[in-house]
């Protein structure tokens, strides 16, 4: 499996984003390769619907009943792991290893449930926010 962080989603989705054919590529890519059946979380649902709500620089907000449908679709297509203990386990640990705080939290625990699957490849536009994780994880960009 591979990790989609929210970026790709948002990027795939939206008319008028600047790497939309980057993401749409890599999204089709990862789910016929050998780590089909890429993986989300719920945190990444939420986070697709509070981005795609808001206006971006490349286009207009999408309507809550949009962005949730969208999301419905996500959770459909793609295994999503789940916020089970273990994932808050790994929050904690990774608290003790590498330092992040504010939105970076965030990141942190997109590695978290990850690392509670045993996910290692996750594929984000946002390599910046995960490098301090490389040693556990594989930043695969689009």
Same mark, same amino acid.
């Given at each position: 499996?591979?990790?989609?962080?929210?970026?790709? =989603?948002?990027?795939?989705?939206?008319?008028?984003?600047?790497?939309?054919?980057?993401?749409?590529?890599?999204?089709?890519?990862?789910?016929?390769?050998?780590?089909?059946?890429?993986?989300?979380?719920?945190?990444?649902? *939420?986070?697709?619907?509070?981005?795609?709500?808001?206006?971006?620089?490349?286009?207009?907000? !999408?309507? &809550?009943? /949009?962005?949730?449908?969208?999301?419905?679709?996500?959770?459909?297509?793609?295994?999503? &792991?789940?916020?089970?203990? =273990? @994932?808050?386990?790994? !929050? @904690?640990?990774?608290?003790?290893?590498?330092?992040?705080?504010?939105?970076?939290?965030?990141?942190?625990?997109?590695?978290?449930?990850? !690392?509670?699957?045993?996910?290692?490849? !996750? =594929?984000?536009?946002?390599?910046?926010?995960? *490098?301090?994780?490389?040693?556990?994880?594989? /930043?695969?960009?689009?």
């Amino acid at each position: 499996m591979t990790f989609v962080d929210t970026n790709v =989603l948002v990027y795939a989705a939206a008319v008028g984003a600047p790497l939309r054919n980057r993401a749409r590529a890599s999204l089709a890519q990862t789910a016929s390769g050998e780590h089909a059946r890429p993986s989300v979380s719920r945190q990444v649902l *939420r986070e697709y619907i509070a981005a795609v709500t808001r206006p971006q620089a490349w286009g207009q907000p !999408l309507s &809550l009943a /949009i962005a949730i449908d969208d999301a419905s679709i996500f959770a459909d297509q793609f295994a999503v &792991l789940e916020d089970i203990p =273990l @994932v808050w386990q790994h !929050l @904690v640990g990774l608290g003790k290893a590498y330092p992040f705080g504010e939105r970076q939290v965030h990141d942190a625990n997109i590695v978290a449930t990850m !690392l509670a699957y045993g996910e290692r490849r !996750l =594929l984000t536009f946002n390599e910046a926010d995960f *490098r301090r994780f490389v040693p556990l994880i594989e /930043i695969i960009v689009p």
